[in-house]
């Protein structure tokens, strides 16, 4: 039997999925689970994006341009100009889902042994795309005690030699929710210039910022054109993950002309899913609006719940819809586990993200988990019930005394 | 400003797309072009495939399991199973198109240097996949005296050394159109039995198989179940080349597990292409029969009419719905953007794809076209009629005497 590649042995297993045949058997055992655990929001697909799939007159369903519809791309745009950032149609390649558009940005940026600086913890499909690409992560850790603001540039500095050759961050933040200001921007801008880096941002929650707090993208950063990619996906904008749509987007036409190659080569993204896209920006503002009324609600729910229960901290997000939590636990990935295998209140239990799964470092995030607040009122209302039980009676529990210890050890 | 990757560099541009500016100046003009350049079919898709996305009642469009959906998976055995190809769901991951699945099997198999042969001319595209992963392509010619039958054993035998770990193929082939018979798959079987290569078999124009002749599948080639993964796609099969839907296919366990993780990374494939692509499973055989009728009559138009003009030949090909033929010119590549920017008949012309695209030994196919023959019968005849008007005016022609030396040089 011919051997896999030592990608495929190294590719890391989603820390999210691995927890799932648990879940499954609880399942069958009749207990109700609460999904905290993925970004797969309840809320409605706009009926228009709906719509425009449903009656589209398509008799043959050919292959789009690979660099996507010319007429989504053009009035993707403008979508683009009402958040200021300002770039016409051929700045876009429209891609698979943003998975695509980190996939395709990974191998025309770098070459296999490069290094790319992520503040962590990040979304753990960072390590997958990166391992594909035989690209190797150098993390800046942040911390739940800053509320994961951006870690001091000089972290950055310290990683940074010949083989580094970008830095990527996530904005707002999956996992953390962090919203980085524009200060923070500029610092990361002025380290780009001065040791020539790309910088790629993951700006896919954008629309989800909370408190009147400002969103600045990479492209407002001036001087930096040629170094900045940013990162898209409609899929957390309109909750529409299975249409797979998203975009890679820069101002350097070297890099966009390379990337095309390699959007040429798997010919096009989903025909369905451009055309819902499209038809997609004419959501008007009050859908948007009302989405993030919910998820204000849910946030403070969910996260003043969370600072009420014995030796929880959890630091108040101000974007996209997760926010990280600190367990008086031994360890998370036991913790998850235990929930799903051992522990129920009146047949009900909770999924969970260990945080471990989003930290590069060995041994960081231990006892922290990721909270996606992606269910109703309601239901999150029962889930911090159960966690609140789970946590009085789970055996790896930590007391103050030990918790405390153990935070001032890190 | 940072530099792109050595790979990003060395991808190669389509090919077929290269030409595209000269089209699009020449329609500019006013001239009409007939588009044999393209694997696009003009058959329309399946109703009940459109029928079943635009009556999807979806409230929230979700991310898909990453395998694709279990049902669609379930009815896809059973449609494999009446090739007498004995799979189950868990044998299947679903891609995003055909393009995925040769990305994520090159992934899994291969490690960076490694070596695949390939019989050439083949599929443009494998290129820019194998050059994604950093896998050298070892061509093994096949010629066009034979039809494009499968080269002599012992031609693949000189190309293995230490770093071979896989053959691929595609059958039926495109660009070639040939079909591999029993006995040749048999041999390959051989080969990658006695080496424990990997066989990797493009069979996406499964049902485009003519003259009553047998498709045998790698699948069929017992006692090397480890050694074969299938590459599909709906595209050809159902005219669907939009909804991006494939499938990687083996019965190696180890492997598939492994391939799942790269397809966890990139979460789920298109949605609304999988409803399509389950519902087009009940696609009568009828469907298939007036659409192999329909590609038979213009698979024998053009082969005819192209071996009545002076100084061409062309194999009459057993699959898919392309054919290379020998051209009296100095340069496929020359004379294909020569008949958008200089050459009309009555305003009209045509686009052909220049063969040397799909050879990766260097001069080859200097004077082959591929035609893909996707247009009805009267555009198809308008065609040749464009094409030998052509051939007789243009200054690279040449004659008879000089072409036979030339062919025997080779």
Known sequence: MPKISRKADQMPASPIRKLVPYAETAKKAGVKIYHLNIGQPDIETPTLLMDAIRNSDIKVLEYSHSAG???YRKKLATYYQGFRINIDASDIIITTGGSEAISISMMTCFNPGDEIIIPEPFYANY???CCAADVTIKPVRSYIESGFALPPIAEFEKLIGPKTKGIMICNPGNPTGYLYSREELELLKELVK????????????REFCYDGKEYVSVMHLEGIDNNV??????????SACGARIGAMISKN?????????????????????????????NTPASYFEKVKKEYVLRRDFVVDSLNKMDGV???????????????????????????LEKFSLNNKTLMLAPATGFYSSPGAGLNEVRIAYVLNLEDL??????LKEALSVYPGKIVNAELETNNRRK
């Open 253 to 281: 036409k070297e890099l966009m002309r390379a990337a095309l190659k390699f959007a040429q080569a798997r010919l096009s993204p989903p025909t369905f899913g451009q055309i819902g896209g499209e038809a997609a920006l």
């Open 69 to 71: 519809i010319e007429s």
């Open 194 to 205: 001065k040791h020539d880096l790309y910088l790629l941002s993951d700006e896919v929650y």
């Open 229 to 238: 990619i940013l990162l898209d996906s409609i899929s957390k904008r309109y």
């Open 381 to 386: 209302s029962q889930a911090m019930i159960c």
């Open 313 to 339: 901290f959890c630091p108040k997000p101000s974007g996209a819809f997760y926010c990280i939590a600190r367990l008086p636990i031994d360890n998370a990935d036991t913790f998850c586990q235990w929930l």
């Open 127 to 129: 390590n997958g795309f």
